[in-house]
């Protein structure tokens, strides 16, 4: 803590030298600010030595010298990081990303990533960033040369021979890569990545066809391949429903009649329904697709065929309140009887968006309890922030706000759930200050290592309210240093000097 302490008063320091000059005085300015940043540089020296495996005091002590020292010291402080944190790759993709954005050094960067995967070698996040840097190298030498032919300047960089410009060497990430990591998915993601780059038309082929090569028993690259033949204007619907076709000969499984049936307009939709179900491949779900008119036939069907699908139940459902049943409350009550918790979440809501447009708010009101004893996880965050809404919408700031006293402390949460609440306050003729510390604290309790947002906007709290405490910035400031992750300090950071410069 005094290491802290002493940091943070020498950067306010900083901070406060940096505003004389926008007045125009600016007398042994440098000197000044020279010797502050050298004394922090110490400190953070010191204290990284000692704390070896504080990542956050690495973290600090890397913003600091990205604001204020110079690019060569940033590159020292990163391997000194990397020394003694080589197991995350995370701070290796941070720290190239620096070096080829920042730095200007795309071979400090190409050799931080080979690096790091000797230490990581079947790092999916590692090959993307890294083939994605090389693509990045490859575009910035295509435009440096243009720039060279437009100004008719002899060129003598070896650099510029046409198979670097081509991307070959991004290629050679890209084969290596795949060679270690056989996973569609991953296989998609590098070719995503060498979409977003207009000249590597080629490479995009040759992903795209060792995608189809590679994984024929995967549903997943089938189905991108035949969504990418119906997105290409040149081709047309019938190519899209012939990989299908072919999809389905070659890997027959109820995932991949999934795809089948999606790929096709209304009018071919029956035919594939009923060839499929004569198989027994048919998607559950897929019973939603047959004619309005057999709807609820085809609902109750459904749910006798398959009992444990929600999205039988939740068709059936919706039926039903179309059709203004009068035994919906005793049918959603059935649903839950033959369904497993984990899908029932889409019922609930709908229970609950049903009861509030025809029933009291006592009987809505019990519905969101009822829900809540019974959905856990991550799926009752979505019920949560629907139950704050409708007391809010339904009652009144004092009702949103027993609500949110009485959740205050079921975890899980969202970050929406608690901003909702600081709105709500907001909305009230006059607000209480109090309660919005309340609200941040306990929203960066749970969310406070992740969003550089949250921070920034207590911080303007404190400093535009009248009932606000300026004085209680810097403290804010230096929290959010200490739990911020990564390029979420680094987004602080620049966010907090925007707003000081008046450009945020």
């Known amino acids: 803590e005094d290491f802290i302490n002493y940091v943070q008063y020498e950067i306010n320091l900083l901070d406060l030298i940096q505003r004389r000059t926008r007045i125009g005085y600016s007398f042994k300015k440098d000197e000044i600010e020279n010797s ?34 110079a690019k060569t010291q940033l590159s020292k402080v990163f391997s000194a990081m990397l020394a003694i944190h080589s197991n995350k790759p995370a701070l290796w993709i941070m720290a190239a990303k620096w070096e080829m954005e920042d730095g200007l050094s795309s071979e400090s960067a190409r050799q931080l990533f080979l690096r790091a995967l000797r230490f990581h070698p079947e790092c999916p996040k590692l090959y993307q960033e890294y083939f994605r840097m090389e693509l990045m190298h490859a575009e910035k030498l295509r435009k440096e040369k243009e720039e ?49 780059f207009d000249f590597a038309k080629y490479l995009q082929k040759e992903i795209y066809d060792d995608l189809q090569a590679l994984h024929t028993d995967d549903p997943l690259p089938w189905d991108y391949v035949a969504r990418r033949e119906l997105e290409i204007e040149s081709q047309t619907e019938e190519q899209c429903c012939a990989v299908y076709e072919e999809a389905v000969k070659t890997l ?7 795809g089948f049936l999606r790929g096709k307009r209304l009018e071919r ?29 085809v609902a109750v069907a459904g749910t006798e065929l398959f009992r444990d699908s929600g999205t039988m139940w939740q068709m059936k459902m919706q039926v039903l309140i179309d059709s203004k049943s009068a035994d919906i409350a005793m049918q959603f009550e059935e649903s ?59 009652g009144s700031y004092k009702k949103a706000r027993a609500v949110f006293k009485s959740l205050q402390e079921s975890r899980p949460f969202s970050v929406d759930f608690f901003r909702k609440m ?18 941040y604290e306990r929203v960066l309790r749970e969310f406070g290592s992740a969003d550089s947002d949250l921070w920034m906007d207590y911080i303007k709290e404190e400093l535009n309210h009248p009932l606000g405490r300026p004085e209680n910035c810097g403290q804010i400031w230096w929290r959010a240093m200490k739990m911020l992750q990564g390029e979420s300090a680094e987004a602080f950071v620049a966010k907090h000097a925007m707003y000081q410069t008046g450009h945020l």
């Open 269 to 297: 939709t029956m035919t594939a329904f009923r060839k499929a179900h004569e198989l027994k491949l048919l998607p559950e779900f897929q019973y939603n697709h047959n004619f309005l008119r057999e709807a609820l036939e």
């Open 148 to 196: 060279f032919e437009k100004a008719s300047m002899d060129m003598e960089n070896p650099d510029y021979s046409e198979e670097i410009l081509k991307g070959e060497l991004a290629r050679i990430i890209y084969k290596n890569s795949v060679s270690i990591i056989k996973d569609a998915e991953f296989h998609m993601s590098l070719l995503s990545i060498a979409q977003l």
């Open 36 to 69: 502050i940043v050298h004394r922090v540089q110490g400190v953070f020296r010191s204290a990284s030595a000692k704390w070896k495996d504080d990542v956050q005091l690495w973290l600090s002590y890397v913003v600091f010298c990205k604001k204020w020292a």
């Open 336 to 394: 839950f009887v033959h369904l497993k918790p984990q899908v029932c979440l889409s019922l609930w809501i709908s229970w609950a968006e049903w009861s509030e447009g025809v029933k009291s708010q006592e009987d809505t009101e019990a519905v969101f309890k009822k829900t809540l004893l019974a959905v856990i996880g991550a799926d009752s965050v979505t019920l949560k922030d629907k139950y704050l809404d409708w007391a809010y919408r339904n």
């Open 422 to 439: 600081i709105q709500f306050e907001k909305e009230q003729e006059s607000f209480n200050m109090g309660n919005i510390r309340e609200y």
């Open 252 to 258: 027959p499984t109820e995932a991949m009649w999934n």
